[in-house]
Nanobody
Framework: EVQVVESGGGTVQVGGSLRLSCAAS?????MAWFRRAPGKEREVVAS???????TYANSVKGRSTTSKDNTKNTLYLQMNNLKPEDTAMYYC???????????????????WGQGTQVTVSS
């Protein structure tokens, strides 16, 4: 069993930045960020397999980056130039795999956090 805990959400103005953190209770190969906006389906935002090259959704590409602190089993999501459409609950998910599955539904992910709210105000 792996526990996943997100933090770092908050309310920011348009154009602002936030860094979200996802701390896992142990090292795990694949970690990803998802989000769900009110009235919308969940969508994958970014994923990272170990220290490999991360993958980003088109909606955040160019505005977001991930980084990892392996000593803390933590994946960070830095989001810049935030837009109102980035408002959502952000979830971290993890799975032990040889690759990171990429799908909005995230059914392949086993461990999920409780989420952290990001609100972008105009």
């Amino acid at each position: 069993e792996v526990q996943v805990v997100e933090s770092g959400g908050g309310t920011v103005q348009v154009g602002g930045s936030l860094r979200l953190s996802c701390a896992a209770s142990r090292s795990i190969s694949c970690m990803a960020w998802f989000r769900r906006a009110p009235g919308k389906e969940r969508e994958v935002v970014a994923s990272r397999y170990k220290d490999g090259i991360p993958t980003y959704a088109n909606s955040v590409k160019g505005r977001s980056t991930t980084s990892k602190d392996n000593t803390k089993n933590t994946l960070y999501l830095q989001m810049n130039n935030l837009k109102p459409e980035d408002t959502a609950m952000y979830y971290c998910a993890a799975v032990e795999r040889r690759y990171c599955p990429w799908s909005d539904r995230g059914l392949d992910y086993v461990y999920w956090g409780q989420g952290t709210q990001v609100t972008v105000s105009s």
